[in-house]
């Protein structure tokens, strides 16, 4: 897993109490938890640069692109 960080977080007492009748293991919850925000926001990241990426190329003439890609698989 490699370098860990410790985090702390607040819950009502109620709520702990409740998952621990139930064995849940809550560090594997928020780690998981953690997790899945992360891979939400790399998503969103990565769709923001795919539409600036998009914006850019479709300013370029299709044309240039073409001979771009041309000269590009000559030169092998």
């Known amino acids: ?3 860990t960080e410790t985090v702390t977080a607040k819950v009502p007492r109620r709520l702990k109490d409740r998952l621990s009748r139930h064995g ?3 560090s594997s919850i928020i780690r998981e938890a953690l997790e899945s925000e992360a891979d939400r926001l790399d998503r969103l990241e990565l769709e923001r640069l795919a539409e600036e990426t998009g914006n850019i190329l479709r300013e370029i003439p299709l044309e240039n692109l ?3 890609i041309r000269a590009s698989r000559e030169s092998r």
């Open 24 to 26: 849940v293991n809550l």
């Open 66 to 68: 073409v001979e771009d």
């Open 1 to 3: 897993m490699g370098a």
